[in-house]
């Protein structure tokens, strides 16, 4: 049966008291459980129902046409109290009916609708079916015989929104009397209706229910606009029942004076105040019996007095508890703060996922958007082609509430496209918001300009000078960084720690690390460009950043390899943004530049490495010529990493000459070496080796044991792809046991990869697997992303010889990803033609030809030929390739590899569709 479109009715049912059920007799309840199950799915398919989840006791089902959904819920009812049911008390299950519109994604229902529902059943009592008024509409000239509807009034649900006209089915079968409903009506309450759905925040309602369970104050923080207010009306709502005294809503944004505080949250609980009576005292002695929860809204300004109120109502009322809402904590004895996190938002990598449309609209910031956007424009709809940029904006509003609904309200007049675009800007384009809401949520500025208000003037300093940062930043950064004559550097920690507690910088304990949301950054850079003291400060920014990748350059060379290479990583944004500002001191940013080239170039940044250096190398022509040499070195391992061997090469002799020219024999020794290992991708082993050999003399010299270690390494692999597996072997050795008398990890995973390799080749499969599982972990640790690519394609082709295809083709496609991510087109073509193995052993005998074809080209495109280490297993494919298919067939699939563009070859060989083109 297909899922009802369109006008659904929905049915929601589910058994009260089961938790004590399940605490009885877990194994009679689990009988029970499933005999329920299987009642309510024979007769909701006997009435053309779908039931689309099962989630605990709970049953969920949609019809087309709301009579057949009511007839289900009365037929369902008294089946349920005819039958004995072996747990201690009869199974009392609650039923709800709501009709409305909902938006079907992967088989399920979503949208307010469901919402409506769902709260509709929780106020239901079990052996009750409640209607909604607007399925009681489609109903009422419908009605089976004896069946009536008894109006129950109009109710508030827990969903806060407008109240709801509720109906109950009379049947002579089933109970017709019962306990109030379970809505906001049933307790004292002063709880706002709210104009617009509540989106997700399930996992957040859990924790603040469980949080209030253990603590009597408990104080929501985090910055404006993440949703704290409505998130604590949405918490306190479903808490109803359990606060007979009620649960009352203080809102103190529009109070200025702090001493109005006690008599403000007694004029809404309704205590009058005495003449000559502190207010604080008739409150406390009035709440002291009662057993009520009190919110209190919008305390940040009014800091000092909330917690003088709140310390007081605890010590005399022991059944009161108190949920806060501010940008800062109390800072009271027994508080706890919990920090509201912004809205979840979909993985950059969900972006490009064939499914991304339903994928991507699960997130909650995205929902939110997409509501608010079709409730500002009902023409508004959700595409594949839009959906990207929806999660653009949510993402760069850092899944902020009360961002992402003034963008969606933009939608009146700009596409999504427009908006993600003008985001820059987004102070100017983010107004206009409810005219009834108070002025500071009306704007995206007002919002942050409230908050700025309240800090102190060293407080505002840091602030501003903390958007220099971009991605993150430790304490010592900030010390160096944002501290002079006006914040002496002690200070720093205490007023950052101010600025945490405020909510305008979010701490990590996981790496201790500091950032600002995005928005809240582009703020404190605007108000520290107004200073005229951005400057001074990004410069800075950028001399400390560049010391930092200048110690960093000698350390990625040593021990501490793996640790520098996180530490550079965390940094890579700030780094960025160092080098931007470089833009007006070209020499200091080539200096930068030729210390991060081998970061670059580990971590697969090479593009972007290349483009850095390429800028700077033409902007200061004039730096010295030892700089040059270094800059010139960098940007030729990086066009090498690329396969652009002639630009490398031409960088190289540029960078060799300087280095001769200053009689710097390591300077010499690393461009002959990766001369080298051009000469080597191109097939000139001759050349590489006297190359090399030239280079390893050069390292001798200086007794240079890392460098010795690597030029023995080079000649141990142009060894083996000259099948020369005994000199091979023993070069390699030679340089593994250097490489781990240096502590040279990345020296040592090398080595450990092409002796495995080499070992390989001779058939000793185990001790080869053995040593490339010990280079993999090696460069999993050091995040390398050119090593990793390198064992996964030495791995399958292990895998592959042992039989184990699915394997073989499955590392062998991690291999390619990682040389696709680092553009490393020599290594691109080995990965086709060894997958052209792997399809050839699946006998797919087209896709192998195919696979053969595109390497051909690829091959010609960068000139590289085939190495003769891979001639057998190449021959011997397209021999038995040739058996396999007549003539014809071989050289059309031929020429379709062939006609491939790069990315074609590169997406096919990745699929893993039999013959797919």
Not at 258 to 276: N, Q, R
Not at 484 to 505: A, G
Not at 673 to 693: M, P, Q, S, W
Not at 847 to 865: D, F, H, Q, S, Y
Request: proline share 4%; with cysteine; net charge negative.
């Amino acid at each position: 049966m297909t899922l009802p479109t369109g006008t659904v009715t929905f049915l929601f049912t589910d058994i009260e008291g089961s938790s004590k059920l399940w605490e009885q007799d877990p194994e009679v309840m689990s009988r029970a459980l499933a005999e329920h199950n299987a009642l309510l799915r024979r007769v909701i398919e006997a009435h053309r129902g779908y039931i689309f989840k099962l989630w605990g006791d709970a049953v969920y089902a949609a019809f087309d046409t709301a009579i057949e959904a009511l007839n289900a819920a009365i037929e369902a009812q008294q089946e349920l109290m005819r039958r004995p049911w072996e747990t201690p008390e009869p199974l009392r299950v609650r039923m709800a009916l709501h009709t409305g519109v909902a938006e079907i994604r992967d088989g399920d229902y979503f949208g307010p609708t469901l919402n409506r529902c769902a709260r509709l059943l929780s106020a239901a009592h079990g052996g009750q079916i409640l209607l909604s008024a607007a399925t009681e509409e489609l109903v009422r000239d419908a009605l089976p015989k004896d069946v009536s509807l008894r109006s129950l009034g109009y109710h508030r649900l827990k969903d806060l929104q407008r109240p709801e006209q509720i109906y109950q089915v009379i049947h002579p079968q089933l109970p017709a009397e019962f306990s109030s409903l379970r809505t906001l009506n049933a307790v004292p309450n002063n709880l706002p209706i709210q104009l617009t759905s509540f989106i997700g925040r399930e996992r957040e309602m859990r924790e603040v229910k469980e949080l209030l369970k253990q603590t009597r104050l408990l104080t929501l923080t985090g910055s404006g606009g993440c949703g704290k207010t409505r998130l604590a009306l949405q918490v306190a709502a479903d808490l109803l029942e359990e606060y007979p005294d009620g649960i009352w809503f203080v809102d103190l944004s529009v109070l200025a004076d702090p001493a109005l505080v006690p008599s403000t949250v007694a004029a809404t609980l309704g205590i009058h105040e005495e003449p000559g009576r502190p207010a604080l005292t008739t409150l406390a002695e009035a709440l002291k019996p009662r057993t009520l929860l009190l919110i209190l809204d919008n305390c940040e300004h009014l800091v000092t007095a909330c917690a003088q109120l709140a310390e007081t109502l605890l010590r005399t009322c022991p059944t009161l508890k108190i949920l806060a809402t501010s940008r800062e904590a109390l800072g009271i004895a027994g508080e706890v703060a919990w920090r509201v996190p912004s809205l979840s938002l979909p993985q950059p990598h969900e972006l490009t996922h064939p499914d991304s449309l339903a994928r991507i609209t699960r997130y909650e910031a995205i929902r939110l958007f997409i509501e608010r956007a079709e409730a500002a424009s009902p023409e508004f709809r959700v595409t594949p082609q839009n959906i990207r940029a929806i999660a653009q904006i949510c993402q760069r509003l850092d899944g902020i509430p009360l961002a992402i609904e003034l963008a969606a309200a933009r939608v009146k007049a700009l596409s999504v496209e427009q908006i993600a675009a003008r985001l820059d800007d987004r102070f100017r384009l983010l107004t206009g918001g409810s005219r009834t809401a108070l002025p500071r949520q009306q704007t995206l500025r007002a919002m942050m300009d409230w908050s700025y208000e309240l800090l102190n003037e060293r407080e505002r300093t840091l602030f501003r000078r903390l958007s220099t940062f971009a991605g993150g930043f430790t304490l010592e950064a900030a010390e160096a960084i944002c501290a002079d004559e006006q914040i002496p550097v002690h200070e720093i920690m205490d007023l950052l720690l101010n600025l945490v507690s405020k909510s305008l910088v979010v701490f990590s304990d996981e790496d201790a690390r500091y950032r600002l949301l995005e928005t809240v950054r582009q703020y404190a850079r605007d108000k520290l460009l107004e200073t005229g003291e951005a400057v001074q400060v990004r410069t800075r920014h950028r001399d400390w950043f560049l010391a930092l990748a200048e110690r960093a350059e000698s350390a990625l060379q040593g021990p501490d390899q793996a640790l520098w290479l996180k530490r550079l990583e965390l940094e890579h944004d700030n780094l960025r943004a160092a080098l931007e500002w470089s833009s007006t001191d070209p020499e200091t940013g080539l200096r930068l530049a030729s210390a991060l080239w081998l970061f670059w170039y580990l971590r697969g940044y090479v593009s972007e490495g290349r483009e850095w250096l390429k800028q700077f190398l033409e902007k200061a022509p004039e730096a010295p010529s030892s700089l040059r040499a270094k800059a010139l070195y960098g940007a030729s391992m990086l066009a090498r990493a690329q396969d652009d061997y002639a630009l490398a090469t031409k960088l190289l002799e540029e960078s060799l000459a300087l280095y001769r020219a200053a009689k710097d024999n390591r300077g010499v020794a690393l461009a002959l070496g990766n001369l080298g290992i051009i000469a080597f991708a191109r097939g000139d082993y001759a050349r590489a080796t006297k190359l090399h050999e030239e280079s390893l003399e050069h390292f001798r010299q200086l007794h240079d044991k890392i460098g010795i270690a690597s030029a023995l390494s080079e000649l141990g692999n142009v060894a083996l792809y000259q099948n020369d597996l005994e000199r091979a072997e023993r070069l390699l050795e030679e340089s593994l046991a250097l490489s781990r008398a240096a502590q040279d990890d990345q020296g040592i995973a090398l080595a450990l990869r092409r002796l495995g390799a080499v070992l390989f080749q001779k058939g000793e499969r185990a001790r080869a697997k053995a040593l490339l599982q010990e280079s993999l972990e090696l460069y999993r640790g050091l995040g390398a992303v050119p090593g990793l690519a390198s064992v996964f394609n030495s791995l399958g082709m292990v895998a592959l010889q042992e039989g184990d295809l699915q394997r073989a083709g499955t590392l062998l496609r991690q291999s390619l990803a990682h040389y696709r991510d680092v553009g490393d087109k020599w290594h691109i073509a080995l990965c086709l033609d060894r997958l052209a193995q792997v399809a050839a052993a699946q006998g797919d005998w087209k896709r192998a030809v195919r696979l053969m074809g595109a390497e051909e080209a690829l091959r010609e495109a960068i000139g590289a030929p085939l190495p003769p280490s891979e001639h057998a297993g190449h021959e011997q494919t397209l021999t038995k390739a040739h058996e396999h298919l007549d003539e014809e067939s071989f050289a059309a699939a031929w020429a379709d590899g062939y006609a491939m563009k790069f990315e074609e070859a590169i997406a096919y060989a990745l699929s893993e569709e039999p013959s797919a083109l």
